[in-house]
């Protein structure tokens, strides 16, 4: 299990992220609506996602599944039934081949492992780690591999099919019975299973419904479900699905991936998992194990089989849930953490997923907004990963009436359809609109604070609801509030998810600096999605005061190790333009990268021109000056975050110069950070990411030959 930083997992669903055909038909095909491909993840895409505060990417439906598209006359690739495929698409949890690629995700279908192969380097190369899943369960209805290595055995290639169940088969059996699909025509079936299979959600006969998982069949794992005497366990000798299945995710691991999501675990036995995940870390020791379960009662020993993270999701997703709309209270989310704090670094949170409904849907909350105070609260409540589902950042509703997913509130997974607010947000940047624009950058500070803050990560948790009750500066039907301490830094976060602006004053017990092992002191901190510096009284029992908007929360970091002092930032003699102000901390990075001068110190920045000079060893061409505005509109359209973090001067980032700070500046400064590209040091005002600087426009430029001086004049278009 990884714990150097805060995991933020990304998860796309592979043939939806990239595909820009917006013909949209309900029920099209491939031919008709397009399909995204992995080509699509190019590393300027990579680096956006990266730049969003990700660690991972969850690459969803990269396994060959059962899909209506034909691939078998061109590519021999073996076709699915029309009546075990769910939508155009299909599902990509009905796997027909555990060791083939998805054709319709290749640009060349014949070399479609070679990009697979092609992305994970570019993942990686972004930065990033690589997640794909793993569907232990079940198989689709059809399952042939033509891409087993060689010497492998097929499932079921040798089942005893005269038996319901026999510990070395891999498939449950209906004996001497047909699969019955009547519901889906109850005159005319053409698909015949001679004998039936049972089917993947546990259903034994040979007559699934409509509502079943009829398009898969269930994996035997040695676990007798219909023994007379009650479900049965036969794990000795070691059933035949284990080593199979143990050896696909070796086979998969040995691409240089870095970890699997696991499709409903609870429905394998643990036995297999302890077997499995000790084969695999044995050989790969940093795999990542992410299991899906949905019985609390059984986390603990699913985390005691080897799994590194569990879903969250009948506990914290669903309070969650019900409190941004209105239905439980905020002070719902203490009980949530306590009924599983002994595992508590092993859950992984999330607002969204494949599975679950859009925020911004009418069937959650119908505004995206709405979850900020969630997105916080499952970013920086405690050490354990986070994850949200592409889409989600710029508030895609899902009210799409794709084909067979119809308007459901979710972005369908069985059909062929291009997603509008992914499209526009990676691939159409000014197509979109001012309030995704607004979502996406505080999506942005949050997880960026979350992956860039050690004390998010690392630190201690205390939850200040107890001695919160109501009262007029305090209501946990709607707030919800916390400490965050790390060596010497502490973070108090609020949160408000109601639509109104509160003024609150916090409690902090004295329980508090005892667990947290912190002396009363007076510190100075910075609120980190705005930048305003606030001193305060850290006194036992005493409160922290502040004013919390709608739908919001504050972000308060305190250097403990800073106290007792009046800390007092160096005087700004200057009213900022905050676009031109940021476009001024972008142009002094992108000069020094490009040219490799110092920063500038003689500037003027003002709403409608500024002036910036720089010290080089040549002067700029026509094609030189042409690329300083195409890059700094660049940074401008990838719409990096603007965060700010106090810090004393022993704790500076090694390429952060303090010479040009005035002589009475503080002990305590102030960083401003732009994504990755740029950090220095500034108390002045700025946007909150770069998309809010407007167009870079350069106006003119002068050179001194003597003093090798280069002159900008430049303006921010709004």
């Known amino acids: 299990?990884?714990?150097?930083?805060?995991?933020?997992?990304?998860?796309?669903?592979?043939?939806?992220?990239?595909?820009?055909?917006?013909?949209?038909?309900?029920n099209g095909s491939v031919a008709e609506n397009g399909v995204g491909k992995m080509e699509d993840f190019t590393p300027k895409v990579l680096k956006q996602i990266r730049d969003l505060g990700v660690t991972h990417v969850w690459f969803t439906g990269i396994i060959r599944h059962a899909t209506a598209t034909d691939y078998s006359q061109r590519y021999d690739i073996p076709r699915q039934h029309a009546e075990v495929v769910k939508g155009k698409a299909g599902s990509p949890y009905a796997i027909t081949d555990y060791y083939d690629v998805d054709p319709d995700l290749a640009v060349d279908v014949e070399k479609r492992?070679?990009?697979?192969?092609?992305?994970?380097?570019?993942?990686?190369?972004?930065?990033?780690?690589?997640?794909?899943?793993?569907?232990?369960?079940?198989?689709?209805?059809?399952?042939?591999?033509?891409?087993?290595?060689n010497g492998v055995e097929d499932l079921g290639e040798n089942d005893r099919t005269d038996r319901q169940f026999d510990q070395q088969n891999n498939f449950y059996y209906c004996p001497n019975q047909e699969l019955s699909l009547g519901f889906i025509n109850k005159e005319h079936n053409t698909y015949h299973e001679m004998p039936a299979k049972a089917t993947g959600n546990d259903h034994f006969d040979n007559c699934p419904g409509v509502n079943d998982w009829y398009e898969t069949v269930k994996l035997n794992y040695g676990v007798d479900y219909c023994d007379t005497g009650g479900r049965s366990y036969h794990f000795d000798p070691i059933p035949n699905t284990w080593l199979?299945?143990?050896?696909?995710?070796?086979?998969?691991?040995?691409?240089?991936?870095?970890?699997?999501?696991?499709?409903?675990?609870?429905?394998?036995p643990t036995a297999f998992w302890a077997y499995a995940i000790s084969i695999v870390k044995k050989r790969f020791p940093k795999t990542v194990f992410i299991?899906?379960?949905?019985?609390?009662?059984?986390?603990?020993?699913?985390?005691?089989?080897g799994f590194d993270y569990l879903y969250d999701k009948v506990g914290m997703?669903?309070?969650?849930?019900?409190?941004?709309?209105?239905?439980?209270?905020?002070?719902?989310?203490?009980?949530?953490?306590?009924?599983?704090?002994?595992?508590?670094?092993?859950?992984?949170?999330?607002?969204?997923?494949?599975?679950?409904?859009?925020?911004?849907?009418?069937?959650?909350?119908?505004?995206?907004?709405?979850?900020?105070?969630?997105?916080m609260v499952s970013a920086l409540m405690r050490k354990n990963p986070f994850m949200l589902y592409a889409g989600q950042e710029y508030g895609e509703r899902g009210m799409d009436k794709e084909g067979f997913s119809g308007i459901d509130g979710r972005t369908s997974i069985f059909d062929y359809w291009s997603v509008d607010a992914i499209r526009?947000?990676?691939?159409?940047?000014?197509?979109?609109?001012?309030?995704e624009r607004k979502l996406v950058a505080r999506y942005k500070q949050i997880l960026n604070i979350a992956k860039r803050e050690q004390v998010v990560a690392k630190g201690?948790?205390?939850?200040?609801?107890?001695?919160?009750?109501?009262?007029?500066?305090?209501?946990?039907?709607?707030?919800?509030?916390?400490?965050?301490?790390?060596?010497?830094?502490?973070?108090?976060?609020?949160?408000?998810?109601?639509?109104?602006?509160?003024?609150?004053?916090?409690?902090?017990?004295?329980?508090?600096?005892?667990?947290?092992?912190?002396?009363?002191?007076?510190?100075?901190?910075?609120?980190?999605?705005?930048?305003?510096?606030?001193?305060?009284?850290?006194?036992?029992?005493?409160?922290?005061?502040?004013?919390?908007?709608?739908?919001?929360?504050?972000?308060?970091?305190?250097?403990?190790?800073?106290?007792?002092?009046?800390?007092?930032?160096?005087?700004?003699?200057?009213?900022?333009f905050p676009?031109?102000?940021?476009?001024?901390?972008?142009?002094?990075?992108?000069?020094v990268r490009m040219f490799g001068c110092e920063r500038s110190n003689n500037a003027h920045i003002e709403r409608k021109k500024s002036k910036i000079t720089y010290i080089l060893d040549h002067k700029p061409d026509r094609k030189e000056e042409k690329a300083i505005e195409d890059k700094m509109n660049e940074l401008i359209q990838e719409d990096l975050p603007v965060t700010y973090e106090v810090v004393d001067r022993d704790h500076l980032p090694t390429d952060v110069k303090t010479d040009r700070l005035p002589a009475d500046a503080s002990d305590m400064l102030r960083l401003v950070r732009i994504g990755d590209y740029d950090v220095c040091l500034c108390i002045g005002k700025h946007v909150r990411s770069t998309s809010q600087i407007g167009r870079f426009e350069i106006l003119g430029t002068n050179w001194d030959e003597a003093k090798h001086a280069y002159r900008i004049r430049f303006k921010v278009v709004q």
């Open 1 to 26: 299990m990884e714990d150097s930083k805060k995991i933020i997992i990304y998860q796309v669903l592979t043939r939806l992220f990239g595909n820009r055909n917006q013909t949209r038909k309900e």
């Open 113 to 149: 492992m070679q990009e697979w192969e092609s992305l994970i380097a570019r993942t990686h190369h972004a930065g990033l780690k690589v997640i794909m899943d793993f569907v232990p369960n079940h198989v689709a209805r059809e399952y042939r591999s033509i891409c087993k290595p």
């Open 244 to 268: 199979k299945m143990t050896d696909i995710l070796l086979y998969w691991m040995a691409k240089g991936i870095d970890g699997f999501r696991c499709d409903m675990v609870e429905m394998v």
């Open 291 to 305: 299991g899906e379960v949905y019985v609390s009662d059984q986390y603990r020993a699913y985390i005691e089989s």
């Open 317 to 375: 997703y669903d309070c969650l849930r019900d409190v941004i709309c209105g239905n439980r209270p905020a002070g719902a989310i203490t009980y949530q953490w306590q009924h599983v704090d002994d595992i508590n670094e092993r859950m992984l949170y999330f607002l969204e997923n494949h599975d679950e409904q859009r925020i911004a849907s009418d069937f959650f909350c119908g505004d995206a907004r709405k979850a900020i105070p969630g997105v």
């Open 424 to 435: 526009r947000g990676y691939f159409a940047k000014l197509q979109l609109k001012p309030e």
């Open 460 to 576: 201690d948790f205390f939850d200040l609801i107890y001695v919160n009750p109501m009262s007029d500066s305090f209501d946990p039907r709607y707030q919800y509030a916390f400490l965050r301490k790390y060596r010497s830094t502490l973070l108090f976060i609020i949160v408000n998810f109601s639509d109104k602006t509160v003024q609150t004053a916090t409690i902090i017990p004295e329980h508090a600096f005892d667990c947290l092992r912190m002396a009363e002191c007076i510190t100075n901190g910075v609120e980190l999605l705005t930048g305003k510096s606030q001193t305060i009284a850290l006194r036992k029992d005493g409160v922290i005061a502040t004013m919390v908007s709608p739908y919001s929360g504050c972000i308060f970091k305190f250097n403990l190790s800073m106290t007792n002092i009046d800390i007092n930032f160096n005087d700004h003699n200057k009213e900022d």
């Open 579 to 591: 676009p031109a102000h940021t476009a001024e901390h972008l142009l002094n990075q992108t000069m």
